[in-house]
């Protein structure tokens, strides 16, 4: 098949515009950011709004692997924030990038600014990341979706029928709360499975999780309580780990945790982190500089390494090994185990 | 993991893998093959338990290492992770050898430094370089690091490519 090879949009090397609030402490710019422009909203189900971007020109945008996010810059009453939001193409020769956001009135005012917008206005992202894509070795692909979490599953769809891979979908979602299912339906035809409600999944999954062929790989994002669901199925059917992929989107409120000390290696000073207060902001009222993106440990970047003491992980990035290593933690989320922590910085 | 396939290539290896399984041997599906190769019965069943086999199986294969690492070969190819295989492979009296220049694979003794490659009649200098891949440890030309001895020719190849130009 002959591809187009898009040309890269323009890039500005410049920061970008975050000086919206100059109080707030932390305008987490994108490094590398550039403008895109709304070019058609479309209302899924109630509270779930799709939004195309494109570039300006109408160009080819730069392909990207099934399962990809942006990272978008959003406007909130507190500052601005970068939210991480599933693409929902193929990923092959886009002239658009879609995306499909669920309205939070909980939130904190990420997803109330997407649906605010109206074609034509301009919003700044990154290029298409990827933590979720199909693994190539993969002989077949089960892709699991709750709620919301059917986007990336949408991205995978689209992709698997363009390039002939073998996949099934089982969609569950709550009745009248299950966006793209009419596309899902069109796309899938008997490959998808629709399970309604928290029972019926829990109900299914045993049954579904232990009749997969070998070499399937199994990928499934969701609210917390239904990935956590899916993974300690699978795991105790025998699955190991390199076949199991997950996104998690709602972060769970964390409990405001224990207060903790924490040393800081290089400079020998110690820190004192409240219960409520989590170490990357604890960090950076000391004056460090931590480089990272989600705080609410899902994207991995302000990863740091653990010299002494237990860390008490609380992201959904590291792997189990690297649990077990207890020798790095996201400071956004994860705490001690313990009066004390020493870090690597 | 719920269920095993287990490969083994002699008695001895058989022992060691019923050692090795202990009471996971009741759900274990099992074949013994008395062959220093992984070869066509061997790979044809494999593929067939593979092929008919759940996520939640593991694989465990004992014996020398040429066909244990060949069967490793064929059950990544078939989409196995290496979390789910066990080897309990011992020191093999031959192994594979390929020639980068040719793209030949070669047997040889394990203790053998060089190793003449029958596909383009190089000697080859076996190094410890291990592909999974290709099952087979890495060859090349000998002596084509030393300097050249003779000062008239340098490389020896030189002069029958200037030969072939000017013919």
């Known amino acids: 098949m002959s591809v187009e090879a898009p040309a890269a949009p323009a890039i500005p090397t410049a920061t970008a515009p975050c000086a919206t609030t100059p109080a707030y402490r932390r305008p987490l710019p994108l490094r590398q950011g550039h403008d895109l422009v709304v070019r058609s909203v479309r209302s899924e189900t109630p509270g779930v709004r799709s939004v195309a971007l494109a570039r300006e020109d109408g160009g080819p945008l730069p392909e990207y692997v099934p399962g990809s996010h942006l990272l978008v ?56 990341r990827n933590g979720f894509a199909p693994t190539a070795t993969a002989t077949h692909h089960l892709l699991i979706a709750g709620g919301i979490g059917v986007t990336p599953v949408l991205s995978h769809v689209r992709s698997a029928l363009r390039w002939g891979r073998s996949f099934t979908v089982l969609y569950a979602h709550r009745d009248g709360a299950a966006p793209h299912r009419g596309l899902l339906r069109t796309l899938c035809g008997d490959r998808l499975e629709e399970v309604s409600g928290r029972d019926v999944l829990a109900a299914r999954l045993p049954s579904l999780l232990a009749r997969q062929p070998l070499g399937t790989h199994l990928y499934v994002c969701g609210g917390t309580g239904l990935t956590e669901a899916v993974l300690v199925t699978a795991r105790g059917l025998g699955w190991p780990e390199a076949r199991l992929h997950h996104e998690v989107f709602d972060a769970q409120a964390l409990d405001p945790g224990e207060p903790f000390t924490v040393r800081l290696d290089r400079s020998g000073t110690r820190l004192e982190v409240p219960s409520g207060t989590s170490l990357l902001d604890a960090l950076e009222d000391a004056g460090l500089t931590v480089p990272n993106r989600c705080r609410q440990g899902v994207c991995g970047e302000c990863r740091i390494a653990v010299t002494a003491g237990t860390p008490l992980h609380r992201d ?19 705490r001690a185990v313990g009066p004390a922590l020493g870090v690597d910085l | 993991v719920r269920r095993r396939i287990a490969l083994s290539f002699s008695e001895p290896d058989r022992d060691r893998l019923v050692d090795h399984l202990g009471p996971a041997g009741m759900d274990t599906v099992y074949a013994e093959y008395v062959a220093s190769q992984y070869g066509r019965h061997q790979a044809r069943w494999l593929r067939l338990q593979l092929g008919s086999a759940f996520v939640g199986t593991g694989l465990v294969l004992s014996g020398p290492s040429t066909p244990v690492f060949a069967a490793l070969a064929d059950a990544l190819r078939m989409g196995m992770v290496s979390e789910e295989i066990v080897l309990l492979e011992r020191e093999d009296a031959e192994r594979r050898v390929y020639c980068p220049h040719c793209r030949g694979t070669t047997t040889a003794a394990s203790s053998a430094t060089t190793v003449g490659c029958p596909g383009c009649r190089r000697t080859l200098e076996v190094f410890g370089h291990f592909s999974r891949g290709l099952t087979a440890y890495l060859g090349a030309a000998a002596g084509a690091e030393e300097p050249p001895s003779g000062a008239a020719v340098g490389n020896p190849r030189a002069g029958r490519y200037a030969g072939e130009v000017a013919a």
């Open chain 1, 316 to 334: 959904g990035v590291l792997t189990a090994a690297e649990r077990q290593a207890k020798d790095c933690l996201m400071p956004c989320v994860s």
């Open chain 1, 73 to 128: 810059e959003c406007a909130t009453p507190t500052g601005t924030r970068v939210n991480a939001y599933s693409l929902t193409g193929s990923g092959s020769t886009p002239d658009a990038y879609p995306i499909s956001v669920l309205h939070r009135a909980d939130g904190a005012g990420g997803s109330a600014f997407i649906h605010r917008l109206v074609p034509g206005e301009t919003v700044r992202a990154s290029l298409p």
